[in-house]
T-cell receptor, first 110, second 114 residues
Framework: DAKTTQPPSMDCAEGRAANLPCNHS???????VYWYRQIHSQGPQYIIH???NNETNEMASLIITEDRKSSTLILPHATLRDTAVYYC???????????FGTGTRLQVTL | DAGVIQSPRHEVTEMGQEVTLRCKPI?????LFWYRQTMMRGLELLIY????????DSGMPEDRFSAKMPNASFSTLKIQPSEPRDSAVYFC????????????FGPGTRLTVL
């Protein structure tokens, strides 16, 4: 699986958009970009995934660059409940093993 | 659906004792995963099953750890004998056949070995 690089921490004001970047310069053509988050003391939670096109669901939007070497997870209106560690993972999708790195600790403040 | 169910939620035991962690995956999911999370090593995959069969146990730290999945609705992770360095949060996750890597995690079992 391709290695990912994320900033260790970020802050965001409540109500503003949170943009979490991820670099995955060695991603292969058949690898997806997945985002999970882990709120304190809970199990990781799936957020969204994509291959080439930008994706949006009820939780977030995923923007993938044309060369697929980086992506950005966007939480359009962050709330205090979005405070968590966010993990960017690349994986072929059918492969079962998810390799979690250190992620980005997002702190949403009033 | 109740989601992935794990028991117990907390376990405190003494070094040398046997520990058994339990997991009930989401009904209809055919893949099950056991992870361990510590401050030092983060979240690590220990073992995963497809259709009740262990596929990859390369993450199991040593012979003291064993996992079974006797049927599609139940799995156990056993540590015998337990050691203080086994203290961690253990998560179980499941995935459906048609899922593209999306795993659903349980609430975890916090294990403390004294």
């Amino acid at each position: 699986d391709a290695k990912t690089t994320q900033p260790p921490s970020m802050d965001c004001a409540e109500g503003r958009a949170a943009n979490l970047p991820c670099n995955h310069s060695t991603i292969s053509g058949n690898e997806y970009v997945y985002w999970y988050r882990q709120i304190h003391s809970q199990g990781p939670q799936y957020i969204i995934h994509g291959l080439k096109n930008n994706e949006t669901n009820e939780m977030a939007s995923l923007i993938i660059t044309e060369d697929r070497k980086s992506s950005t997870l966007i939480l359009p209106h962050a709330t205090l409940r979005d405070t968590a560690v966010y993990y960017c993972i690349v994986n072929t999708g059918t492969a079962s093993k998810l390799t979690f790195g250190t992620g980005t600790r997002l702190q949403v403040t009033l | 659906d109740a989601g992935v169910i794990q028991s117990p939620r907390h376990e405190v035991t003494e070094m040398g004792q046997e520990v058994t962690l339990r997991c009930k995956p989401i009904s209809g999911h055919n893949s099950l995963f056991w992870y361990r999370q510590t401050m030092m090593r983060g979240l690590e995959l220990l073992i995963y099953f497809n259709n009740n069969v262990p596929i990859d146990d390369s993450g199991m730290p040593e012979d003291r750890f064993s996992a079974k999945m006797p049927n599609a609705s139940f799995s156990t992770l056993k540590i015998q004998p337990s050691e203080p360095r086994d203290s961690a949060v253990y998560f179980c996750a499941s995935r459906s056949t048609g899922g593209l890597g999306e795993q659903f995690f349980g609430p975890g079992t916090r294990l403390t070995v004294l």
